[in-house]
């Protein structure tokens, strides 16, 4: 929408500031939109959405493995100990 109206302000921050309140944010939020918009687009450089998106998604199932793998390792300690305690006692 910027885009589409940019030709009709003399700097980008004019029509940010006239569209932002017609959308109901403020132009700081508008500006930041844009931005990603042109991410996600390669018109600028950085992590895309769905970049970003796919690195959270694999920190939040690493944070899984890593909690999974800890109580494997308890368990396979305390089973340890069992079975010793069992042949001690056998």
Not at 51 to 79: D, G, M, T
């Amino acid at each position: 929408m910027v885009q589409e109206h940019r030709g009709k302000y003399p700097l980008l921050w004019a029509a940010i500031e006239s569209i932002a309140p017609k959308i109901g944010c403020v132009p700081q939020t508008l500006n930041e939109w844009g931005k990603r918009a042109e991410v996600d687009a390669g018109a600028r450089e950085g992590v895309t959405t769905a970049e970003a998106q796919k690195v959270s998604e694999l920190e939040r199932e690493n944070k899984e493995l890593r909690r999974a793998n800890e109580i494997l390792k308890l368990a396979s300690a305390f089973f340890a100990q069992t079975e010793l305690d069992r042949r001690l006692k056998s």
